[in-house]
């Protein structure tokens, strides 16, 4: 009987503490998944990239690239700046017509201006003839058309006087002797970092994720004294998501505890499902340029097509991830119109096919020559991509299924059993090649969907 109650009193205890693990730990895995829920359900963002770069057109680091100083920068581009023509709700439409679901602008990039009335410095918009503050703007045609708000902030700044500039890798000013001896006073520019996010996170509301850029070398963590940061970040906005940018004490800011929420692999697709070292999945979103550019770059032509949009974020998803598909309006503040001219067909098909996207994750169907599976736990969606020969067989699915029907037209599908290949007659074959269903040819030459309901 002793040992009975010793026995209970042992599992209480080990109860409790895991119970109360979620909440005592804003770091651990359980916290992360439940604050990335709706984030993990959009599946698709925009990233706008939109500074006083926009004048030179020559993308986001030309200051780096062209080791421009501050007076010739600032003459040029600060004192100019006047996107007239920007419109937040066009920004906001163009977005919501591609079935986007969440955008993420860039407040500050590392050139280190404001997008914002910036209390702290005067190098910001409010400054420039435009005078108006876009991130109000921003944020509030987002929430108008029902869109997460997300900022980006860059840690780097090269226009701060307290950044170090001789020594540093990317700095416009590196090597320039000039800069040589210069004594910098590093917690001040720490306090002017941490101050410009507490505004961000204290004058406009909810903010749905704030994406920091980016930490190298010594430049990570500790040195960003991010713990402090995302406490104050934490205690304004309780559940904002955060990028793992800010550097964990290994190399991806997504280790156990760490203070990234989600992974960004730039300008690639991981090759399967991010897990952590247990083989739990991890969130992770793909930031992708529609041309090679991330800030408007006039020169820049080398455009991906719908095609590829849409199968890039198929690909995410089917691994559990998330595509942030950027944009970099120009000097005008307009967003370029072959840009425009991609998303809205990228749109139409998601209009359609949007099912298959949101709320959707990997299955644990294998990758076929015809193309490859989503899954949102009740339906199967097959998306018919590449051109091939021959049906789509699930193995063992013939008496799990309840229907299965195109997803953009809703037209029904019927199954049959293959009589080639299947010696145990237990496998789900889908004919596509049946003339009366019209789906050979398939109906969509960039993707078409079947949805496979499940019991
Ligand atoms: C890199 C670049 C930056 C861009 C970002 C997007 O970190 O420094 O210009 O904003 O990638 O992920």
Known sequence: MKKNILLFLLFFIHYLSNAQKPINNENSYEAKMKRTEWHRDARFGMFIHFGLYAIPARGEWVRHDEKTSNEIYDEAYFKNFNPYLFDAKEWARTAKLAGMKYVVLTAKHHEGFSLWD?????YKITNTPFKRDIIKE?????????????????????????FPKYNDTHHPMRGNE????????????????????????????????????????????????AKEMVQMVRTL???????????????????????????TPEQTIPE?????NQGRPLPWESCLTLNNSWGYNRYDNNWKSPELVIHTLVNCVSKNGNLLLNV???????????SIEVLSEVGDWMKKNGKSIYGCGSSTMPRYDWGLFTSNGKSLFAHRIYP??????????????????????????????????????????????????????MPDKIDTVFEIELK
């Open 178 to 225: 000039k800069y040589k001896d210069e004594k910098i006073n590093w917690d001040n520019y720490i306090t002017f970092m941490h101050g410009q996010v507490k505004e961000l996170c204290s004058n406009y509301g909810k903010i749905d994720i704030m994406w920091f850029d980016f930490s190298y070398g010594e430049m990570k963590s500790e040195k960003w004294k």
């Open 328 to 338: 970099g309006p120009d000097a005008t503040g307009k967003i370029p119109q072959k």
């Open 138 to 162: 921003y944020v509030e045609a987002l929430r108008a058309e029902n869109i997460k708000v997300g900022l980006y902030f860059s840690l780097i700044d090269w226009h701060h006087p307290d």
């Open 388 to 441: 091939s020969i021959g049906g789509i067989v699930l193995k063992g699915y013939v008496d799990k299924i309840k229907r299965v029907a195109l997803l953009h037209d809703g037209t029904e599908i019927r199954t049959e059993s293959s009589w080639w290949g299947d010696s145990s007659g237990k496998n789900l074959y889908i004919n596509v090649n049946r003339p009366s269903y019209q789906t050979f040819p």
């Open 118 to 122: 910036s209390k702290l410095t005067d």
């Open 237 to 263: 906005q309780p559940s904002i998501i955060l990028n793992n940018r800010l550097g964990g004490d290994g190399t991806t800011g997504m280790e156990e505890n760490s203070l990234g929420d989600f992974d």
């Open 272 to 276: 399967k499902a991010v897990t952590d």
